[in-house]
């Protein structure tokens, strides 16, 4: 059970996850009504990764050397809620800032929202005294804030709106100032001669020196390819299925890392590392294989399998790798360590995937169906103005299922068989590559 210290680092975890839910799921649905493309969609899931690799090193470095990291965390989640609230101001449908200014804002967002997850992941290792028991009891309440950020989304209509980038501007601004309450978490290294080696957080490298450290950043980062067309077009798939939330049942795919985030120390035990982080992997190809074979026919209970494989998909891979790289790391490293595992992930591999997905999701649709998705933004704009100008309720409702329903229909003209067929044939590839050359003493198996 977690104790006082305990549940304050799960609240900790709630808010920064919050954040996160708020907007990273539901975001292409708002933002293909006022024009984005398949390939600006790219854009928009490849900032981030961009992020992860232009500032965790930096930002680990300083949290090792030089501030606590709960002052950093403050500073760099109300700033990353400030750029939030600055693109939600650009969105109007009646006038939005193009695809790219609007993605240079998402990028200055997450340069500041990234470097937070390897930070939080430090702080809490570094006040719990056993890793595998209780960090995936801390863990979780990201979990659960990610949960109730989609279900609240679903339950006050902001799922496809853009009051749902003010809340993630709002849940940042809280979260930063939570985080002035957090426990003291002084930097390890204080006080020690800093060299641009050091700077360069290359002090982290060094544990490439261990085959098995170095075969698992290759094999994390290579499943993180395909990784990103889940977040990137799955929302997408989910509503061309029929299902009307699409935030909230999206959100079943946390419910059920919850269950297995739970049942993480019971796993580390019996499986070790290796077979922990390939049952991760092969999570993905089962789930890919599914969205394959029903988005195309909207089978409805294969988008829901696809989504509740999720706890699996996480925990087994991202948190199995978290502790796998604390345990790797000395103690003057840590946070950098966890800033290296988001660079060649949530970074390096994310933004691959991201320009990959898009690209991908572009080649596989029709001329037809972007004549329609212009249909949809020109919808919006007559929408908005509307609303401005206080019209009828009823014409507006009208124009709203008319505009949802071309949405649909040119969604429904991509060939998502190919879309989804090329993940899952990428997620099979790195697990038959780490099952092969992958070894590590921590695997009992």
Known sequence: MLGTTGAHLGAMMFLQFFVWGAWYVGAPLYLVKIGFSGSD?????????????????????????????????????????????????????????SPTTLNLIFLAHTLCYFPTLALTNSLALHHVTDSQKEFPLIRVFGTIGWIVAGISLAWIGWGDRLEMFQLTGAA?????????????????????????????????????????FAIFILSTFLICIPLAFYFQLAAKA???????????????????????????PLFFRRLGVKWMLAVGMLAWVLRYALFTLGTPDAIVWMM???????????????VTGQIYT?????????????????LFTLGLGMLIGARVAGGWEEYNTPAESRALSAEVQDLGVE???????????????????????????????????MVWGLPAALSAIVLALFLAIFRDRQSPV
């Open 172 to 212: 940042g601004v809280l979260m930063g100032v939570y985080c002035l309450t957090l426990p003291h978490t002084p930097p390890p290294s204080k006080g020690k001669s800093t060299s641009w080696r050091e700077l360069a957080g290359a002090d982290a490298f060094e544990l490439f020196r261990k085959p098995s």
């Open 238 to 264: 989910v509503s061309l299925a029929g299902i009307a939330d699409v935030t909230q049942a999206m959100s079943y795919g946390q419910i059920s890392e919850i269950l297995f985030m739970l049942l993480m």
């Open 383 to 417: 929408i908005a103005t509307m609303e401005e100008a206080a019209g009828s309720v009823e014409t507006i409702q009208a124009l709203r299922d008319q505009q949802a329903d071309k949405l649909q229909r040119a969604q429904g003209l991509i060939d998502w068989q």
């Open 304 to 318: 829901y399998g696809g989504i509740i494989l999720h706890g699996i998909c996480y925990d087994f891979l991202f």
């Open 41 to 97: 969609l790219g854009w928009t899931y490849a900032v981030g990764p961009l992020a992860c690799i232009l500032s965790p090193f930096f930002v680990g470095m300083i949290a090792d050397r030089f501030f606590a990291t709960e002052r950093i965390l403050c500073a760099l989640h109300v700033l990353g809620g400030g750029f939030m609230f600055l693109a939600a101001s650009q969105m109007n449908p009646a006038d939005p800032a």
């Open 326 to 342: 604390d345990m790797s790391a000395r103690k003057e490293i840590r946070a950098q360590a966890q800033g290296m595992l988001v």
